[in-house]
Nanobody, 115 residues
Framework: QILLAESGGGLVQPGGSLRLSCAVT????????MNWYRQPPGKERTLVAK???????TYADSVKGRFTISRDWRNNRIYLQMNSLKPEDTAAYFC?????????WGRGTQVTVSS
């Protein structure tokens, strides 16, 4: 069984930083894509960052240069380091693993950027 559990969200002022973590069980984070998505209130869920099995990373234009996705194969976790946060980054953030033609999601962690 593949399970994903996000943590690390919270309230932060504009310009601040947060690091999100996703604990993964049932599949190695080093094999296949691992993704972070976000969903602002009343809007669709969109891809924020991706790390492939080979370690290649991809980012949404809106977060390039500010967010960094990484993985820890020893602890089977992925991370999203978010710097220079803006109010428009406010959203629920979800960890996602496409595996065996299925999509696996965590429950999400809320990030609120506000002064």
């Amino acid at each position: 069984q593949i399970l994903l559990a996000e943590s690390g969200g919270g309230l932060v002022q504009p310009g601040g930083s947060l690091r999100l973590s996703c604990a993964v069980t049932g599949t190695p984070v080093s094999i296949g894509d691992m993704n972070w998505y976000r969903q602002p209130p009343g809007k669709e869920r969109t891809l924020v960052a991706k790390i492939s099995g080979s370690g290649d990373t991809t980012y949404a234009d809106s977060v390039k240069g500010r967010f960094t996705i990484s993985r820890d194969w020893r602890n089977n976790r992925i991370y999203l380091q978010m710097n220079s946060l803006k109010p428009e980054d406010t959203a629920a953030y979800f960890c996602h693993a496409p595996r065996r033609q299925r999509d696996y999601w965590g429950r999400g962690t809320q990030v609120t950027v506000s002064s």
